[in-house]
T-cell receptor, first 114, second 113 residues
Framework: DAGVIQSPRHEVTEMGQEVTLRCKPI?????LFWYRQTMMRGLELLIY????????DSGMPEDRFSAKMPNASFSTLKIQPSEPRDSAVYFC????????????FGEGSWLTVV | QQQVKQSPQSLIVQKGGISIINCAYE??????FPWYQQFPGKGPALLIA???DVSEKKEGRFTISFNKSAKQFSLHIMDSQPGDSATYFC????????????WGLGTSLAVNP
């Protein structure tokens, strides 16, 4: 957990509002992942970056979701406009290399859209 | 379509007992099978992992058993403790799919004192 700092830890927002989730990973990694976790669908990979470049965003559910990684120390996941079905825990995770290597998760951002 | 099927969804075990969680997969190209442990309010953390060149891997009280022909793998927790109460996820990946992890839906384990 100490390798990835996520903010906010908890957010409650109204439907239609923009939500920005932030991730600050430690240095030394070259892959960064955004996951969404719900009871119904489990852990879903939304998007991942390699050396700050988006590689696969096929898991991003809709155009309302976007992610950026302007540098190795920061990434954002934005939802605009938010909807109640976006309520979930969003995890940022990192790894060094990708081939069967350990993925280190942050503690997550708990999002509730009312 | 779920490529890694995990069971049971929830499990209650008495302290000192054996917890067993099973996963099955279809894709024979999978060649890396990790188990992650998640405590409430925390992110998942790698517990133990196995590759198909061995049938079993043990780390302390945790053992992965792997059956390549049946396309199944399982996590055994020996001498289960209340501190093991968590959600456990199995996963699998293969080089052909850019090594993306395919996750099971998780098993919520409660170990009663």
């Amino acid at each position: 957990d100490a390798g990835v700092i996520q903010s906010p830890r908890h957010e409650v927002t109204e439907m239609g509002q923009e939500v920005t989730l932030r991730c600050k990973p430690i240095s030394g990694h070259d892959y960064l992942f955004w996951y969404r976790q719900t009871m119904m669908r489990g852990l879903e990979l939304l998007i991942y970056f390699n050396n700050n470049v988006p590689i696969d965003d096929s898991g991003m559910p809709e155009d309302r979701f976007s992610a950026k990684m302007p540098n190795a120390s920061f990434s954002t996941l934005k939802i605009q406009p938010s909807e109640p079905r976006d309520s979930a825990v969003y995890f940022c995770a990192i790894s060094r290399g990708f081939s069967g290597n350990t993925i280190y998760f942050g503690e997550g951002s708990w999002l509730t859209v009312v | 379509q779920q490529q890694v099927k995990q069971s049971p969804q929830s499990l209650i075990v008495q302290k000192g007992g054996i917890s067993i969680i099973n996963c099955a997969y279809e894709n024979t190209a999978f060649d890396y099978f990790p188990w992650y442990q998640q405590f409430p309010g925390k992110g998942p953390a790698l517990l133990i992992a196995i590759r198909p060149d061995v049938s079993e891997k043990k780390e302390g009280r945790f053992t992965i058993s792997f059956n390549k022909s049946a396309k199944q793998f399982s996590l055994h927790i020996m001498d289960s403790q209340p501190g093991d109460s968590a959600t456990y996820f199995c996963a699998a990946s293969d080089a052909g799919n850019n090594r993306k992890l395919i996750w099971g839906l998780g098993t919520s384990l409660a170990v009663n004192p």
